[in-house]
């Protein structure tokens, strides 16, 4: 498990956020969710594409409302996240996977790579875990 997780991360790093394609929200269900992942994958270019999508495969309108109503992710408070914690913002459609120190997702020049914690206030965002078998 762990070597899938080390080997998706890798293939996202430093590669540019195309939605649909290599975005966020991919990640997180590529990571836990292969088959919605394989559903939603090409399937949209646009924010708004990947809403009307993800209602018709999964029945919300984001990750952050699909970590919610999953039965398999559980809220977790925040300064106890841990490795593969996923972090989603309530008002955005950013999502984050944690990796210890940092986070990873989305950075700077909309580029995958490590975003450091402390550039987001702590009310902004939910953490969410899924056990690992």
Avoid at 104 to 124: C, L, Q, W
Wanted: aromatic share 18%; proline share 2%.
């Amino acid at each position: 498990m762990f070597d899938y997780f080390r080997e998706t991360i890798e293939a996202y790093k430093g590669q540019k956020h195309v939605r649909g394609k290599v975005d966020c929200n991919l990640l997180v269900l590529k990571l836990f969710d292969l088959d919605n992942h394989e559903k939603m994958f090409g399937r949209y270019t646009t924010i708004r594409g990947g809403v009307r999508v993800s209602r018709k495969v999964y029945g919300v309108s984001s990750i952050y409302e699909y970590l919610q109503k999953n039965e398999d992710f559980r809220e977790v408070p925040k300064g106890f996240q841990r490795p593969f914690d996923v972090i989603a913002f309530k008002d955005t459609h950013n999502v984050y996977v944690c990796l210890g120190k940092y986070w990873f997702g989305v950075g700077e020049d909309d580029i995958f790579s490590f975003v450091s914690p402390s550039n987001y206030k702590k009310e902004d965002y939910v953490v969410y875990r899924k056990e690992l078998n």
